[in-house]
């Protein structure tokens, strides 16, 4: 049972990471703000990443993400992979990626596999291989080792160890691990967005080696990048029968920040980018939403607002909710209840939204 260190309430919904409940971060937000950068900061102290992104006056300036890092000299970037080396930005590039692979047979349990070509043979002929699931094909699963968020509920927090370290895998390596069985690329990570010139090279090299035959191209990722870059990326997936799957981790912008360390502004924006493409082919899809539910903090409320927006640019895109596995600062929290899943459930579907599925189920715990 945890305590809110600001209103006093109990409730075992509250995170000791965060010490906060979800009434005092919507409706007081200004006066707890110190405390959850206070959380944020000893979340990021054990991994040598800087505790806010830098504004040094005079730093030099990373334009990849909502961040707007300007990193002072021998100063480090918020994702940690940029350094200020004697006033020269220096890090992973479009050629040099910090980043792992391996290979995942498909079907694979991918958070748009139950609408994507993959999973279902959407799109086939032109972007499956067959009327259902491709068995026998594989997918390249592509882990980049770093992230613009700092979300303390991260599932796959272990990357923070590798963050800082020096990139080694050359975009040319990454396509060259495509061979005849892959059918499609998965980008994610932690987060493809600090590194998303890297993916984006890999991408047209493995399709110039991949001539005349399906290579899909998806990412998976948090949307805080750059416009400019998310057009890339949209025209490879968009032109290749891949998908974007944007985690919209939270509306209400005080929650998203109090989770996340970052205003959720740009992916707002960048999803709405995205959907004029959707809008444009809408077999298979091309975007997919989903929301991680977090028992406490992603309530029925904030699903209701984000299924809302996103019915308001195409009731077709899917939109997947994500049963809560206790994980990095926030494994004091249970899982998602069937309940509180079963209600959010629904919730979506009554704002018009005709493709929302529970992912996880297996997860879900007992009503609390």
């Not at 927006?309 to 206790?326: E, G, K, R």
């Amino acid at each position: 049972m945890a305590v809110c260190q600001h209103c006093g309430q109990e409730s075992p919904l509250i995170s000791q990471a965060l010490g906060l409940c979800l009434d005092c971060i919507r409706g007081d937000f200004a006066r707890v703000l110190p405390l959850i950068e206070k959380a944020h900061s000893v979340a990021r102290r054990p991994f040598n990443l800087p505790q806010q992104p830098p504004r040094a006056e005079g730093g030099r300036e990373c334009h990849l993400c909502v961040n707007e890092c300007r990193i002072p000299l021998d100063g480090r970037g918020y994702c940690g992979l940029r350094t200020n080396k004697a006033n020269k930005l220096k890090g992973a590039t479009a050629k040099m990626g910090n980043v792992s692979w391996y290979y995942d047979a498909l079907p694979t349990n991918c958070v748009a596999d139950w609408v994507c070509p993959g999973g279902t043979g959407a799109g086939y002929p032109h972007f499956a291989y067959s009327r259902g699931a491709e068995y026998g094909y594989k997918n390249l699963a592509v882990f980049y080792q770093a992230c613009s968020f700092d979300c303390l509920f991260c599932q796959n927090w272990h990357y923070r160890y590798s963050a800082t370290k020096e990139s080694k895998i050359d975009a040319l390596e990454l396509a060259q691990a495509v061979d005849d069985h892959t059918a499609c690329i998965c980008y994610f990570g932690g987060d493809p967005t600090p590194q998303l010139p890297h993916s984006i090279r890999a991408s047209r090299l493995a399709l110039e080696r991949s001539k005349g035959r399906i290579l899909r191209l998806c990412w998976e990722s948090n949307g805080s990048m750059h416009p400019a870059l998310l057009r890339q990326a949209a025209e490879l997936s968009f032109n290749s029968g891949g998908c974007i799957k944007f985690d919209l981790k939270a509306w209400s912008e005080e929650l998203h920040l109090a989770l996340c360390g970052v205003n959720n502004k740009r992916t707002l924006e960048n999803f709405k980018l995205l959907a004029e493409y959707a809008r444009r082919r809408p077999l298979p899809p091309f975007l997919v939403a989903s929301t991680l539910l977090i028992p406490g903090y992603v309530d029925k409320e904030e699903i209701s607002r984000i299924a809302a927006f996103i019915t308001s640019l195409s009731p077709d895109i899917p939109y997947a909710l994500l049963a809560f596995h206790p994980q990095f600062m926030m494994r004091d929290l249970p899982p998602t209840s069937r309940r509180h899943a079963e209600e959010c459930l629904a919730e979506a579907k009554a704002h018009g939204l005709k493709n929302v599925r529970l992912g996880n189920v297996h997860l879900l715990g007992d009503d609390y």
